[in-house]
């Protein structure tokens, strides 16, 4: 029988070259993306596109050799600089829009969330990648492409305009819809769809098009039309350094970061894992985040911007053939050349064309198919239209930090909530299950099975036994002298839960039952041992069918501990 075909190889270069072939055909690829990209971030953010062309230098060859994913790229994106744009814009300036002071804030802030990578990495915090739930990222997603096009709007209409929000910015360029430039609008309507097409026939697109822009510029003389050129670029690295900000700035401006980091850590991640083939090695989650602290603290130190894995970079690096992370290495070698020979050709590149790359690369994310899975499993819909409006409505930072709080909320919800289920032995076999879901299950002679739906912890563990206990005194007809409470799903007791559960225990003796624990993993019974509950120690079992068998052979002889008054 043949080999199943790999989805991924008619993307690949010929077979015939060589893996470091292919990983330097990618580069130049991914150089020809990161480019534009580049440009288009850095204005986004409103700096010097120096400062995103070495982000990205730095960037990839920092994870070059710190990281492990083939697919990805560390280069500035369109997430992160519409967020630190956002954060600039709310940091005080002693002088007004001073280039300088903003610079050294972002220089500032990028340092800052390298070290929070590092720092994440070094703590092994590797699960705060699945801190935000993927339906709130769609949405943030959504709302931050709908953000971003609309900011480039006014640059295709050749004009100068700001708003706090997408829907008073498309109003104020509309009001000013007499001052378009009717050559920057042509250009930029025709780059679009020429970039829309070129994707639709599976060509580079990206590149062609700022090819054709260049060209067209030249032979058109584009910049006497009034049509907005990228002009000259400037490009001298200098030696690492720190800069210099005031204690009560540098607070204000840690206080922005997080979120910051946290899109950076969303995004970065989700790109590793999703661009992953069934052969690629399992990313490591911890080994990734000190990947991602050390490229930003590269891009920190040369002045950069924030860096992070982008999807549109990860998908170039993957159909391009990449079949290492030295792609991204050829990718900033080639970056480094283009700016030190190139640099004339490119100042040629006129803005609106490089707003049809930026919306052109962004209408995927718009795809509604997400939304609609969402609506068909009839789970999460709300959450991540709120995280999407929430962008719209509230800007990019403060959508961000309400985004993360629906997700935390949503955490604390569904623990603080658990369902409990009473279980009933399926048949003549050793499982347990929810006798609400199957009616044949039947439950032990006077014993009461229950099982939480989620781990007990300080904020769940009281109104859970106390619904356990309310249940099993007020069932109509229950005789149950025993109670077994499944912790299947609770692999450690906090010092609240521990108290509850001894309080919970004296609580059932006081109404003449016995308490058994099942499925007890190893960390809970550590802390019975340490707080001295031998009793409820020796009535522990690995399995549901354990603590029944014990209950049947009559074993709940152990002497009964005195009540106390712990809470």
Same mark, same amino acid.
């Given at each position: 029988?043949?080999?199943?075909?790999?989805? %991924?190889? %008619?993307?690949?270069?010929?077979?015939?070259?060589?893996?470091?072939?292919?990983?330097?055909?990618?580069?130049?690829?991914?150089?020809?993306?990161?480019?534009?990209?580049?440009?288009?971030?850095?204005?986004?953010?409103?700096?010097?596109?120096?400062?995103?062309?070495?982000?990205?230098?730095?960037?990839?060859?920092?994870? !070059?050799?710190?990281?492990?994913?083939?697919?990805?790229?560390?280069?500035?994106?369109?997430?992160?600089?519409?967020?630190?744009?956002?954060?600039?814009?709310?940091?005080?300036?002693?002088?007004?829009?001073?280039?300088?002071?903003?610079? &050294?804030? &972002?220089?500032?802030?990028?340092?800052?969330?390298?070290?929070?990578?590092?720092?994440?990495?070094?703590?092994?915090?590797?699960?705060?990648?699945?801190?935000?739930?993927?339906?709130? #990222?769609?949405?943030?997603?959504?709302?931050?492409?709908?953000?971003?096009?609309?900011?480039?709007?006014?640059?295709?209409?050749?004009?100068?305009? $700001?708003?706090?929000?997408?829907?008073?910015?498309?109003?104020? =360029?509309?009001?000013?819809?007499?001052?378009?430039?009717?050559? $920057?609008?042509?250009?930029?309507?025709?780059?679009?769809?020429?970039?829309?097409?070129?994707?639709?026939?599976?060509?580079?697109?990206?590149?062609?098009?700022?090819?054709?822009?260049?060209?067209?510029?030249?032979?058109? !003389?584009?910049?006497?039309?009034?049509?907005?050129?990228?002009?000259? +670029?400037?490009?001298?690295?200098?030696?690492?350094?720190?800069?210099?900000?005031?204690?009560?700035?540098?607070?204000?401006?840690?206080?922005?970061?997080?979120?910051?980091?946290?899109?950076?850590?969303?995004?970065?991640?989700?790109?590793?894992?999703?661009?992953?083939?069934?052969?690629?090695?399992?990313?490591?989650?911890?080994?990734?985040?000190? *990947?991602?602290?050390?490229?930003?603290?590269?891009?920190?130190?040369?002045?950069?911007?924030?860096?992070?894995?982008?999807?549109?970079?990860?998908?170039?690096?993957?159909?391009?053939?990449?079949?290492?992370?030295?792609?991204?290495?050829?990718?900033?070698?080639?970056?480094?050349?283009?700016?030190?020979?190139?640099?004339?050709?490119?100042?040629?590149?006129? #803005?609106?064309?490089?707003?049809?790359?930026?919306?052109?690369?962004?209408?995927?994310?718009?795809?509604? *198919?997400?939304?609609?899975?969402?609506?068909?499993?009839?789970?999460?819909?709300? +959450?991540?239209?709120?995280?999407?409006?929430?962008?719209?409505?509230?800007?990019?930072?403060?959508?961000?930090?309400?985004?993360?709080?629906?997700?935390?909320?949503?955490?604390?919800?569904?623990?603080?909530?658990?369902?409990?289920?009473? =279980?009933?032995?399926?048949?003549?076999?050793?499982?347990?299950?929810?006798?609400? /879901?199957?009616?044949?299950?039947?439950?032990?002679?006077?014993?009461?099975?229950?099982?939480?739906?989620?781990?007990?912890?300080?904020?769940?563990? *009281?109104?859970?036994?106390?619904?356990? /206990?309310?249940?099993?005194?007020?069932?109509?007809?229950?005789?149950?002298?025993?109670?077994?409470?499944?912790?299947?799903?609770?692999?450690?007791?906090?010092?609240?839960?521990?108290?509850?559960?001894?309080?919970?225990?004296?609580?059932?003796? !006081?109404?003449?039952?016995?308490?058994?624990?099942?499925?007890?993993?190893?960390?809970?019974?550590?802390?019975?041992?340490?707080?001295?509950?031998? !009793?409820?120690?020796?009535? $522990?079992?690995?399995?549901?069918?354990?603590?029944?068998?014990? +209950?049947?052979?009559?074993?709940?002889?152990?002497?009964?501990?005195?009540?106390?008054?712990?809470?």
């Amino acid at each position: 029988m043949s080999a199943p075909a790999d989805p %991924h190889a %008619h993307h690949a270069p010929p077979s015939r070259l060589p893996p470091a072939g292919r990983d330097l055909l990618s580069g130049v690829t991914l150089a020809a993306l990161l480019l534009p990209e580049a440009v288009a971030y850095s204005a986004m953010a409103g700096l010097t596109a120096d400062r995103a062309i070495l982000a990205a230098i730095g960037g990839c060859l920092a994870y !070059g050799l710190v990281g492990r994913s083939r697919v990805a790229i560390l280069a500035p994106t369109s997430s992160s600089a519409a967020i630190l744009a956002a954060m600039l814009a709310a940091m005080p300036t002693t002088i007004s829009g001073d280039p300088a002071e903003r610079g &050294a804030f &972002a220089t500032m802030a990028v340092l800052m969330v390298g070290g929070l990578f590092l720092a994440a990495g070094l703590l092994r915090l590797g699960g705060l990648t699945n801190l935000v739930p993927r339906p709130v #990222l769609k949405g943030f997603a959504v709302g931050i492409a709908l953000t971003i096009i609309a900011r480039q709007l006014p640059v295709i209409a050749g004009l100068r305009l $700001s708003a706090p929000d997408p829907a008073r910015l498309l109003d104020a =360029l509309w009001l000013a819809r007499r001052d378009w430039n009717g050559w $920057s609008v042509a250009v930029g309507l025709g780059a679009l769809a020429l970039f829309v097409t070129l994707r639709c026939l599976r060509m580079p697109a990206a590149l062609t098009v700022l090819l054709a822009g260049i060209v067209l510029s030249a032979l058109m !003389g584009l910049g006497g039309m009034g049509v907005g050129l990228v002009g000259a +670029i400037g490009f001298a690295p200098g030696w690492p350094s720190l800069p210099q900000i005031a204690s009560g700035q540098l607070a204000l401006l840690a206080s922005y970061v997080v979120p910051l980091f946290l899109i950076l850590l969303a995004e970065s991640w989700g790109t590793v894992t999703s661009l992953a083939r069934p052969a690629d090695p399992t990313p490591s989650s911890n080994r990734e985040l000190l *990947a991602f602290g050390a490229a930003n603290l590269t891009s920190g130190l040369l002045r950069g911007l924030p860096v992070g894995a982008g999807f549109s970079a990860g998908a170039a690096a993957d159909a391009s053939g990449a079949r290492s992370r030295l792609a991204g290495v050829f990718a900033a070698l080639l970056l480094v050349g283009l700016m030190l020979f190139a640099r004339g050709t490119i100042a040629m590149l006129p #803005l609106p064309v490089l707003a049809a790359v930026v919306i052109g690369t962004l209408l995927p994310a718009l795809n509604p *198919a997400p939304f609609v899975r969402l609506w068909r499993l009839g789970r999460d819909l709300p +959450i991540a239209l709120i995280a999407a409006l929430s962008v719209l409505g509230f800007g990019v930072l403060n959508g961000m930090l309400i985004a993360i709080t629906l997700s935390l909320g949503l955490l604390f919800r569904r623990l603080s909530e658990a369902r409990v289920a009473r =279980l009933g032995r399926l048949g003549d076999t050793h499982n347990y299950v929810d006798m609400a /879901r199957h009616p044949d299950a039947v439950a032990p002679p006077a014993t009461g099975i229950w099982r939480p739906s989620e781990p007990l912890f300080y904020g769940n563990a *009281a109104s859970v036994l106390s619904a356990i /206990r309310s249940a099993v005194r007020h069932s109509p007809g229950d005789t149950a002298r025993h109670v077994v409470l499944s912790l299947e799903e609770t692999f450690d007791l906090d010092s609240t839960t521990f108290d509850a559960l001894v309080a919970f225990e004296h609580a059932l003796q !006081g109404d003449g039952r016995s308490l058994w624990l099942a499925r007890v993993h190893d960390h809970v019974r550590d802390v019975l041992a340490a707080g001295g509950e031998a !009793g409820l120690l020796a009535r $522990s079992s690995y399995s549901v069918a354990d603590a029944v068998a014990a +209950i049947a052979r009559g074993q709940d002889d152990t002497p009964k501990d005195p009540p106390d008054d712990r809470p």
